[in-house]
């Protein structure tokens, strides 16, 4: 069985740009989840996803971040305009059923360094 | 902020020797998970404890629940140097939310 894919693994960008991150949850997972982990502290949930609907997206900051999941199979997370605060792990995870009880499986995450 | 307490933030041990990690939260639960991220790499799941379990085992793993006094431990016995890791708790309060990680524990397992 295939894992979370993310892309990209790592970016480097200026402060004021955009980023773009991509994810793959398992195949049949409804559930997806994007976290932020800054270094040293532990993930963070940005956004949580059931299908193609928003489930949680109060700890995301709308000013600056956006995301997505159209055909509530992939999801595209979107950072513009980017702050040296954000540079961090972007981690995708998904679960076959809504929270609490069931396993979440991450992927590799997608670092971000912001200079 | 519900984000949970790991203790001690690290812990330095010799091959062979016992770790002990410990995780406090502040609200209801309905199970706690230990999750653990080796440097550079995603989660993995270790175990799940639900809120009526005192006490759970898997191979070399033994997690405690305690909800009177919001607390769990992570015990992982005869440690190797590839249980070098970062481990964290996790919990959600109430079905269908997404986990509350805690800051996790630095562990350092030396041969």
């Known amino acids: 069985e295939a894992g979370v894919a993310q892309s990209p693994r790592y970016k480097i960008i200026e402060k004021r740009q955009s980023v773009a991150f991509w994810c793959n949850p398992i195949?049949?997972?409804?559930?997806l989840y994007w976290y932020q982990q800054i270094l040293g502290q532990g993930p963070k949930l940005l956004i949580q996803?059931?299908?193609?609907?928003?489930?949680?997206d109060s700890q995301l900051p709308k000013d600056r971040f956006s995301a997505e999941r159209l055909k509530g199979v992939d999801s595209t997370l979107k950072i513009q305009p980017a702050k040296l605060e954000d540079s961090a792990v972007y981690l995708c995870?998904?679960?076959?059923?809504?929270?609490?009880?069931?396993?979440?499986?991450f992927g590799e995450g997608s670092w971000l360094t912001v200079v | 902020s519900q984000q949970g307490e790991e203790d001690p933030q690290a812990l330095s041990i010799q091959e062979g020797e016992n770790a002990t990690m410990n995780c406090s939260y502040k609200?209801?639960?309905?199970?706690l998970q230990w999750y653990r991220q080796n440097s550079g790499r995603g989660l993995v799941h270790l175990i799940l404890?639900?809120?009526?379990?005192r006490e759970k085992h898997s191979g070399r793993l033994r997690v405690t629940l305690d909800t009177s006094k919001k607390s769990s431990s992570l015990l992982i016995t005869a440690s190797r140097a590839a249980d070098t890791a970062s481990y964290f708790c996790?919990?959600?309060?109430?079905?269908?939310?997404?986990?509350?990680f805690g800051k996790g524990t630095t562990l350092s397992v030396s041969s």
């Open positions: 995870a998904s679960s076959s059923l809504a929270g609490s009880g069931n396993t979440i499986y």
């Open positions: 195949s049949g997972h409804a559930t």
């Open positions: 996803f059931q299908n193609n609907g928003v489930v949680d």
């Open positions: 609200t209801s639960i309905n199970n």
């Open positions: 404890i639900r809120s009526n379990e």
């Open positions: 996790a919990y959600s309060n109430q079905a269908g939310t997404a986990l509350i």
